[in-house]
């Protein structure tokens, strides 16, 4: 004798999609992955800190050798000496490095193809530059802050057996210092804009490198009575010559004028590759 088992009771539920939304701090973290898995970046960061602190400490070296002769020392003096900016020469090495770090931050992402991969993440693509500029600037201010910092101690103990050192209290020291890690973030953000605006890491850095170093030369020659001294002053890696330094000079903008011209070329810089990442194809 067989008996018959019921039919098992199935539910059936309505389907309903899972809505997943792109929220600026989710892009943030996701930028802040990328930043630190690229090789290249993390090596380049690297380099830049001990470009900075390492310059300043062989430049402070030098100029504590030179002072030991009266020669030296004369001359040292004629050219007003500054015993900051000799410890922070390195300062000036690491805004080439730190432009390129800008730059490979977003060009490498074209030259792999990873871009797309963002622009369908955040279609408006005004998201994926702002969470980029937001992790670029945080990790290229504590890096270079820790670096100069590192090099004006290291630097003014080996200016300080010569009793040529300075310390942070005196007039000017500590806006100095931050002067050259407001240069060393802006410039990196400059190098993100023309990342952006190029989109190849050769191209993008190789114009850097001629903003900050090249051009700046062939300026010089450029006579007064044609705006040759206005030009100079204005000009990108100029404005914020008396902002990174304590002694000042009258060849160039006051330190806030200068800080203030500067700001605004890395906002037209940046927003020149964000419209161009907005209004181009990937």
């Given at each position: 004798m067989s008996t018959t088992q019921p039919a098992p009771q199935v539910q059936h539920r309505q389907f309903q999609a899972t809505e997943f939304r792109v929220t600026f701090p989710g892009l943030v973290r996701s930028e802040w992955i990328k930043f630190w898995s690229v090789r290249s970046v993390v090596v380049t960061m690297a380099v830049s800190f001990v470009a900075i602190v390492g310059i300043g400490v062989l430049t402070?070296?030098?100029?504590?050798?030179?002072?030991?002769?009266?020669?030296?020392?004369?001359?040292?003096?004629?050219?007003?000496?500054?015993?900051?900016?000799?410890?922070?020469?390195?300062?000036?090495?690491?805004?080439?490095?730190?432009?390129?770090?800008?730059?490979?931050?977003?060009?490498?992402?074209?030259?792999?193809?990873?871009?797309?991969?963002?622009?369908?993440?955040?279609?408006?693509?005004?998201?994926?530059?702002?969470?980029?500029?937001?992790?670029?600037?945080?990790?290229?201010?504590?890096?270079?802050?820790?670096?100069?910092?590192?090099?004006?101690?290291?630097?003014?103990?080996?200016?300080?057996?010569?009793?040529?050192?300075?310390s942070l209290g005196d007039d000017g020291v500590v806006r100095a210092l931050l002067g050259n890690v407001a240069m060393l973030v802006g410039v990196s953000l400059a190098g993100l804009g023309v990342g952006a605006l190029i989109r190849n890491a050769a191209g993008g850095i190789c114009t850097v490198v001629a903003a900050i170093f090249v051009v700046p030369l062939l300026l010089m020659p450029i006579p007064e009575s044609w705006g040759g001294d206005h030009i100079r002053e204005f000009w990108f890696s100029n404005t914020v010559t008396n902002a990174t330094m304590v002694t000042q000079s009258d060849s160039y903008l006051s330190a806030g004028a200068g800080f203030g011209m500067f700001v605004v070329w890395v906002a037209v810089l940046l927003g020149l590759g964000t419209l161009a990442l907005r209004s181009r194809d990937v």
């Amino acid at each position: 004798m067989s008996t018959t088992q019921p039919a098992p009771q199935v539910q059936h539920r309505q389907f309903q999609a899972t809505e997943f939304r792109v929220t600026f701090p989710g892009l943030v973290r996701s930028e802040w992955i990328k930043f630190w898995s690229v090789r290249s970046v993390v090596v380049t960061m690297a380099v830049s800190f001990v470009a900075i602190v390492g310059i300043g400490v062989l430049t402070s070296l030098a100029t504590r050798a030179a002072f030991s002769s009266a020669e030296g020392a004369q001359a040292m003096a004629a050219q007003g000496f500054d015993g900051v900016a000799a410890s922070l020469t390195g300062a000036q090495m690491g805004t080439l490095i730190v432009a390129a770090v800008g730059v490979i931050v977003i060009a490498g992402e074209f030259s792999t193809g990873m871009i797309r991969t963002s622009v369908v993440t955040a279609p408006r693509r005004l998201g994926i530059i702002a969470a980029k500029a937001v992790v670029l600037a945080v990790n290229v201010a504590v890096v270079t802050a820790v670096a100069v910092l590192l090099a004006f101690l290291l630097g003014q103990a080996v200016l300080n057996t010569q009793d040529l050192g300075a310390s942070l209290g005196d007039d000017g020291v500590v806006r100095a210092l931050l002067g050259n890690v407001a240069m060393l973030v802006g410039v990196s953000l400059a190098g993100l804009g023309v990342g952006a605006l190029i989109r190849n890491a050769a191209g993008g850095i190789c114009t850097v490198v001629a903003a900050i170093f090249v051009v700046p030369l062939l300026l010089m020659p450029i006579p007064e009575s044609w705006g040759g001294d206005h030009i100079r002053e204005f000009w990108f890696s100029n404005t914020v010559t008396n902002a990174t330094m304590v002694t000042q000079s009258d060849s160039y903008l006051s330190a806030g004028a200068g800080f203030g011209m500067f700001v605004v070329w890395v906002a037209v810089l940046l927003g020149l590759g964000t419209l161009a990442l907005r209004s181009r194809d990937v």
